[in-house]
């Protein structure tokens, strides 16, 4: 069955440090990726997308994201990461029956030390 | 992107009794869906609220106890029916077909939901 497996339930960075978050998909052709980010008590933010062209994808507060299909990859990660980083972050595949249906990670709780 | 706002953001209920959620989106959208986050869980897709149909559920999901209506394009609720403590969650509400394409979503705040 498709899926998506972010393998770190959690990550302790200090402030100013880089960060990067894992993720791997199971899927034949290429996917659709995305990173969510979910603050405490908060809905889910869109961080950034993969559709297609250049794999290294830029999204907003900073991250940036590479999809690395000989790895079925597509890893999170900020070169230096804020207090307010500090959140669940969620990666998520188009569904392979679906154009818009999504399968989510279990998601990786960020914690940030000052 | 879209503004969605739901409410209520949040609720305490008492097992047997039926809460119905509400989610507005401030533009038109083609695509809007339910999805459950258990405690300390990632996201489930409940179902695929549809225009003036029936919603599409996924599978382990069934209208009599998630009934769900979309009576136009900005506008659907989620009911959780006869309710016990294992419906506790955060209910969100997302739209998809914007400018991004229908697999693009953007997420409302969440209803967190409590069953006593």
């Known amino acids: 069955a498709q899926s998506v497996t972010q393998p770190d339930i959690h990550i302790t960075v200090s402030e100013g440090a880089s960060l990067e978050l894992r993720c791997n998909y199971s899927y034949g052709a290429t996917p659709y990726l995305f990173w969510y980010v979910q603050s405490p008590g908060q809905g889910l933010q869109l961080l950034l997308k993969?559709?297609?062209?250049?794999?290294l994808v830029q999204g907003i507060k900073g991250f940036e994201a590479e999809f690395k299909r000989s790895q079925s990859s597509f890893n999170l990660r900020k070169p230096s990461v804020h207090w307010s980083d500090a959140a669940e972050y969620f990666c998520a595949v188009v569904r392979m029956d679906s154009s818009y249906k999504l399968i989510f990670g279990s998601g990786t709780r960020l914690l940030v030390r000052p | 992107s879209a503004v969605i706002s739901q409410k209520p953001s949040r609720d305490i209920c008492q097992r047997g009794t039926s809460l119905t959620i509400q989610c507005q989106v401030d533009s038109q959208v083609t695509m809007m869906f339910w999805y459950r986050q258990q405690p300390g869980q990632s996201l489930t897709l409940i179902a695929t609220a549809n225009q003036g149909s029936e919603a599409t559920y996924e599978s382990g999901f069934v209208i009599d106890k998630f009934p769900i209506s979309r009576p136009n394009l900005t506008f659907s609720t989620l009911t959780v029916s006869n309710m016990s403590p294992e419906d506790s969650s955060i209910y969100l509400c997302?739209?998809?077909?914007?400018?991004?394409?229908?697999?693009?979503?953007?997420f409302g705040p969440g209803t967190r939901l409590t069953v006593t």
């Open positions: 997302s739209v998809g077909g914007l400018a991004g394409g229908p697999s693009e979503q953007y």
């Open positions: 993969y559709f297609s062209g250049d794999t």
